[in-house]
């Protein structure tokens, strides 16, 4: 074979429900389509190498090696496909999501992965099946992934998610304009669900609590979410940042992003994914969002992404 073949996933946003995603609480995100992973798959000479030059990597692939989990991606899509391991294959892995800031970039990287390797093998991968192989790469990243990270770049839909029961589309009333923020500063979605975890293991009653209140907020923003009641989402949004502050979740500089944001006129404004770091998430109406825009870039932050869902 000596085509090329490509794929692209999209980042992700998580608008409500993270961290008690992983205890079973529903949540719900959007894919990002303004910041895309992409993998060109072409016949190499030299067994089978990855270059992904925005994470400054290249390595060989084979069974041996599975420990990188790029290279645990192909092993398990080509042990899926039945397409065995020796091949001159080089792939090529290029990203304009940030890295460990909460827009699922190893999520998106290992689905186009996924996706153009089955393409070079003449197979159509389901989003279930890019799913189901993304989750097992992101236990490498993070131990214990909720699954909502896959489930979206997989299904590139927005999606209410309950671990290991239900991805359900919802219904959106009226467009949601979103300003995504980012401090610039790089948290490992590890260090921030293991600290979750630490503490629910202490005191598991109070940790219950928090996480059963950001699941009824979640539960409420979908139905806000379908009637298009863009005031009570926002409201929402801000009940959600709270619950995170109280899971000390939340930092400095995203609270300061959270104020500048509601201060220029958002509806609402929360953190969004791991957190102690990456992005916030704020829902303005169209006319408010260049003055929210100006503001957290005002407030530092060193990116700034519009988004309509
Ligand atoms: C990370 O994008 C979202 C978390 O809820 C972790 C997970 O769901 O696996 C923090």
Known sequence: MSRTVSAS???????????????????????????????????????????ATNLDCVLTVSPDNAEDPLAVAVINTLRHLDAG??????????????????????????????????????????????????????????GTPSGIDNTVVAYAEPTYFVRQQIMDRFDVGRPMHLVIADTG????????????????????????????????????????????????????????????????VSSDELDYLVCAARAAGAMGAKMSGGGRGGNIVAIALPWAVKDVVEAVRAAGAVAVIETVV
């Open 9 to 51: 996933a999209p980042g992700k946003v998580i608008l409500f429900g993270e961290h008690a995603v992983v205890y079973g609480r529903p949540a719900i995100a959007v894919p990002v389509p303004a910041r895309q992973a992409t993998v060109t798959v072409r016949a190499g000479d030299d067994g089978l190498t990855i270059h």
């Open 185 to 248: 500063r790089m948290t490992p979605t590890r260090e921030t669900v293991g600290d979750v975890r630490a503490g629910w293991q202490r005191d598991p009653e109070t940790y219950a609590v928090v996480f059963d209140a950001i699941g009824e907020i979640v539960d409420a923003a979908r139905a806000a979410i379908a009637e298009g009641d863009l005031v009570e989402v926002g409201r929402l949004m801000d009940e959600n940042h709270l619950c995170l502050r109280q899971l000390d």
């Open 85 to 142: 391991f020796e091949h001159d294959l080089s792939v090529q892995v290029k990203s304009t999501i940030p890295i460990g800031s909460g827009f699922g970039s190893s999520a998106a990287v290992s689905a186009a992965l996924i996706q153009a390797i089955g393409r070079y093998f003449d197979a159509e991968l389901t989003p279930a099946d890019v799913s189901r192989l993304v989750y097992e790469t992101e236990v490498l990243y993070h």
